[in-house]
C-alpha cells in the first residue's frame, strides 16, 4: 500500500539557518513519481518539485534542494540559508500505478526573524 | 487561463442542508480530484476522476457525492451536511497521474480551497 511519512510536525529555525524536511514513504511499485507542495498561509497549494523513481541524482534549485534516496525510501527537502517567506507547511507525495497522489500530513516550517 | 477554480469560497451550512461545490480547470486536464483539508491531518482524497464521466472513491468518500458530466468541471456534493465534514476542501487537476501502463505522473494543479463550516 501507498504511505508517506513526514515525521516532522513542526520545524521552528531562525532566518538563515538551513533545514531539513524529512519524507519516508511506501510503495510496492518500482516506478513512482514523488512531489513536494508548499502551502504558505495564505492558503494556495504550490507545487515545488517532481522526481521518477529512475532519477536519483539529487536536484537544487536556488536554496532549495532534494536529496532522493531509494536505498532508504526518502525524498529529503532542505532549504538552505532560510528566510521568513519560506515559512508555510510542506507536504511531500507520492504517485504509484494507482492513479491517484497521496500526500503526508505535512510539516509546518517557522522561520523567525 | 484562469487555472483552477472553485465555487464557493466560503460557506456555513446547517446540519441536514445540502450543498454543491463546484470545480473547474481550463487546462484540458484529464485527471481532477477533491481533496480535504483538516488540522493535522493533512491533504485526504475524497473522490476523483481520470476522465469524463468517470469517478472513483478515495480515502474518505462517504457522506460525499461527485459527478464529471463535462471535461472541464467536477461537482462535490454534500446530501446530509454533518459537522465532521466542517474543513476546507480543495480541488486538483492533473494532465496525467499513475504510472501503470504509462511512463510518466504529473503534478496537480490545485484550486484555491474553499471553507465549509456546518454548525
Known amino acids: 500500500a501507498q504511505k508517506v511519512t513526514q515525521a516532522q510536525t513542526e520545524i521552528s529555525v531562525v532566518e538563515k539557518e538551513d533545514v531539513t524536511l524529512d519524507c519516508v514513504y511506501e510503495?510496492?511499485?518500482?516506478?513512482?513519481?514523488l512531489f513536494w507542495y508548499k502551502q504558505p498561509p495564505s492558503g494556495e497549494l504550490v507545487f515545488l518539485i517532481r522526481?521518477?523513481?529512475?532519477?536519483?541524482q539529487n536536484e537544487i534549485s536556488g536554496r532549495y534542494s532534494w536529496n532522493f534516496q531509494k536505498s532508504t525510501s526518502s525524498f529529503n527537502f532542505t532549504i538552505t540559508a532560510s528566510q521568513v517567506v519560506d515559512s508555510a507547511v510542506y507536504f511531500c507525495?507520492?504517485?504509484?500505478?494507482?492513479?491517484?497522489?497521496?500526500f503526508g500530513k505535512g510539516t509546518r516550517l517557522h522561520i523567525l526573524p | 487561463n484562469a487555472g483552477v477554480t472553485q465555487t464557493p469560497k466560503f460557506r456555513v451550512l446547517k446540519t441536514g442542508q445540502s450543498m454543491t461545490l463546484l470545480c473547474a480547470q481550463d487546462?484540458?486536464?484529464?485527471?481532477m480530484y477533491w481533496y480535504r483539508q483538516d488540522p493535522g491531518m493533512g491533504l485526504r482524497l475524497i473522490h476523483y476522476?481520470?476522465?469524463?464521466?468517470?469517478?472513483a472513491k478515495g480515502e474518505v468518500p462517504d457522506g460525499y457525492n461527485v459527478s464529471r458530466l463535462k471535461k472541464q468541471n467536477f461537482l462535490l456534493g454534500l446530501e446530509s451536511a454533518a459537522p465532521s465534514q466542517t474543513s476546507v476542501y480543495f480541488c486538483?487537476?492533473?494532465?496525467?497521474?499513475?504510472?501503470?501502463?504509462?511512463?510518466?505522473?504529473?503534478?496537480?494543479?490545485f484550486g484555491p480551497g474553499t471553507r465549509l463550516t456546518v454548525t
Open positions: 486538483a487537476s492533473s494532465y496525467l497521474t499513475g504510472t501503470s501502463g504509462v511512463t510518466s505522473s504529473y503534478e496537480q494543479y
Open positions: 522526481r521518477n523513481s529512475f532519477d536519483e
Open positions: 507525495a507520492l504517485s504509484d500505478r494507482d492513479d491517484k497522489i497521496i
Open positions: 487546462m484540458n486536464h484529464e485527471y
Open positions: 510503495t510496492r511499485d518500482t516506478t513512482y513519481y
Open positions: 476522476s481520470v476522465g469524463e464521466g468517470t469517478t
